[in-house]
């Protein structure tokens, strides 16, 4: 499968931002995906997390309550609705699927996106 992320840019504290990652294939349906984020100088971090069906979502400590993830498989895409913005959520930011349930690991997902760059200044 193939990811494209998009819908990064710069945003003010406290706004919204909204990423989509589109991917290619017809088996999207069955492949658990996941968010993660890397700032300079940090390692990747797991954002977010959800399964094939949408039934099951996964959310990193330091977004909880503040973003969501879901998936619309008639349109093979997922996204990230981001609110509350905070300047330490600066980051490239990339998707991932995997074919089996979700992990907060980058090593245990199978594909990539290539990233889209979020800014948001205090």
């Known amino acids: 499968v193939q990811l494209q992320a998009s819908g990064g840019g710069l945003v003010q504290a406290g706004g919204s931002l909204r990423l989509s990652c589109a991917a290619s294939?017809?088996?999207?349906?069955?492949?658990?995906m996941g968010w993660f984020r890397q700032a300079p100088g940090k390692e990747r971090e797991f954002v977010a997390g959800i399964s094939w069906s949408g039934g099951s979502t996964y959310y990193g400590d330091s977004v909880k309550g503040r973003f969501t993830i879901s998936r619309d498989n008639a349109k093979n895409t997922v996204y990230l609705q981001m609110s509350s913005l905070k300047s330490e959520d600066t980051a490239v930011y990339y998707c991932?699927?995997?074919?089996?349930?979700?992990?907060?690991?980058?090593?245990?997902?199978?594909?990539w996106g290539q990233g889209t760059l979020v800014t948001v200044s205090s």
């Open positions: 294939g017809r088996t999207f349906s069955s492949y658990a």
């Open positions: 991932a699927a995997r074919n089996t349930i979700v992990v907060t690991t980058p090593g245990g997902y199978n594909y």
